[in-house]
């Protein structure tokens, strides 16, 4: 509410009149059908002078008898920010299917002898599996590669002779998507992605002020590891209002640093930094939990790649395997925390289950034919990457309500539906449309880039009718909170729709 009567003074007078009297806009004449009002009343929010420069693309459609509400630019393409996740999403679950299960091998070259010593390498191969990160073992980072250590040590393993190699070769090395901004490389959210991927591809910095005013703050690297070094320049401060924490990790390097105040009665907070390398990432934290597990390692971190062919055991033997959460688990966090890594993993994933190629070009054949035989057209749409992050995607709103209504009625329908951000609750629209009828009802994918803002989804309105919706901002020079301020109140009018005659 405070964010709302802040805004009211920039946004235009049909947005400014529907929060101080519960309406989207002024009184529609009794004798208007009630679809065409409501388009009316939504064509003068999407009007609003706040957002002249901006171009909107919007459509919403009866989910059950197909009956269009409302248009506006449905056809024409924008750019979607996460949105796309509603698409990998989508395709993931109907070629995959809700129960499937992602699998990585840990393997041996060698034997076991007597007395404990794996005789040659350790090798974990790669499944594609996303949820091998703290998000999916209770906030613990390094617990399942303790449970790896005690399933080892139940084989009486108790020394590696040779090294812990990583086998990445499910997908190939491309480990980033086609025109991800270089201003993102480093952050968590622009991690690198490979067929073995550990904790998202993120480090997370926990800063703690220090003992004294004056005093460099304390840094927890949390897995700790020495794959990354972090300059730290955090100075502890004694004004309250000192706490300005900056991450910075160069492209392509393992060298961090973090600069700023926190103020000295402060909790912790975190920052997120992205490694390169995801392979040697992972193998490395790897070796150092086993070894502080009490497995002892001759050798070192390293990625199968780095061998010359044939230097290796071609066949090792699989010790054990770790499964995966099925699938409908997986696209929770996917669409309702907007996690990138996740779509960018099942994008490569569905090019090597169709074709034994896990990369980018792969997978994008299977979405486009997969959305072909939905009924949407390829000019509707231009897919390049599974998270959204590039600004090379382009979606019109029509192709994502098709999509919408497609879903609805496959069988995965609701674990989709379970999985997308719930208004007013949970995942990126927890904090909007609190207290209206929409909060607890819609549930929408947001998608946010720079100057771009959309919200795709559905409502459900009060005659208890399933609506499909995709709205999209691009090209804006305003407050993104004002965008997301009349997004949210087109959904809140949906919400209240009903059909029944207002005589």
């Not at 812990?164 to 952050?187: E, N, Q, T």
Request: glycine fraction near 10%.
């Amino acid at each position: 509410m405070r964010e709302r009567f802040i805004l009211l003074p920039t946004i235009g007078f049909a947005a400014a009149l529907a929060c101080s009297s519960g309406r989207t806009q002024g009184p529609v004449p009794a004798e208007a059908a009630p679809v065409p009002a409501l388009g009316a009343e939504l064509r003068e929010i999407f009007s609003d002078p706040a957002l002249d420069n901006a171009h909107w693309g919007v459509m919403v459609q009866s989910v059950e008898s197909g009956e269009l509400i409302y248009r506006e630019n449905a056809t024409k393409l924008f750019m979607p920010g996460s949105n796309v996740k509603l698409v990998t999403a989508a395709v993931a679950l109907a070629s995959l299917g809700i129960d499937h299960r992602f699998q990585t091998a840990i393997a041996a070259s060698d034997q076991i002898q007597e007395g404990g010593t794996l005789s040659g390498d350790l090798i974990v191969i790669g499944g594609g599996d996303p949820t091998l990160s703290e998000r999916f073992f209770a906030g613990d980072p390094l617990a399942v590669f303790r449970n790896w250590a005690d399933s080892l040590k139940s084989l009486g393993v108790t020394h590696i002779a040779g090294d812990v190699v990583g086998d990445d070769d499910l997908f190939d090395d491309v480990h980033l998507g086609p025109g991800w901004s270089w201003d993102d490389l480093g952050y968590y959210y622009a991690a690198e992605v490979g067929a073995l991927l550990y904790n998202e591809g993120a480090v997370r910095a926990r800063v703690s002020p220090g003992d004294s005013v004056g005093a460099l703050a304390n840094v927890r690297l949390d897995p700790p590891t020495v794959y990354l070094t972090v300059q730290n320049d955090v100075v502890t401060v004694a004004d309250s209002t000192g706490v300005s924490v900056t991450e910075e990790l160069r492209p392509f390097s393992n060298d961090g640093r973090l600069w700023g105040e926190i103020w000295i009665g402060r909790d912790s907070l975190n920052r997120f930094l992205a490694p390169h390398d995801p392979t040697l990432f992972f193998v490395t934290v790897l070796a150092e939990t086993l070894q502080s597990e009490g497995i002892s390692i001759g050798g070192r971190p390293a990625d199968a790649d780095s061998f010359a062919p044939g230097g290796r055991r071609a066949s090792p033997t699989t010790l054990f395997v770790q499964a995966s959460p099925t699938l409908a688990e997986i696209v929770k966090p996917f669409l309702k925390e907007s996690q990138n890594q996740i779509g960018e993993m099942l994008l490569r994933y569905l090019g090597a289950a169709d074709s034994d190629t896990g990369s980018i070009e792969a997978g994008r054949r299977v979405v486009e034919r997969t959305l072909t035989a939905w009924g949407i057209p390829e000019s509707y749409y231009i897919y390049v990457d599974g998270s959204g992050l590039s600004r090379y995607n382009y979606v019109s709103p029509e192709a994502l309500v098709r999509l919408l209504r497609v879903m609805a009625r496959r069988p995965e329908f609701e674990a989709y539906y379970d999985a997308l951000p719930i208004a007013g609750v949970d995942g990126t629209l927890e904090q909007r449309m609190r207290g209206s009828r929409a909060a607890g009802n819609a549930r929408a994918k947001t998608g946010y880039i720079s100057n771009a803002r959309a919200l795709s989804g559905y409502v459900t309105t009060a005659d208890g009718e399933l609506l499909a919706f995709s709205m999209i901002a691009n090209n804006f020079d305003t407050s993104i909170r004002t965008v997301e301020y009349l997004q949210d109140l087109a959904v809140e009018r949906l919400a209240s729709f009903t059909r029944a005659s207002s005589r």
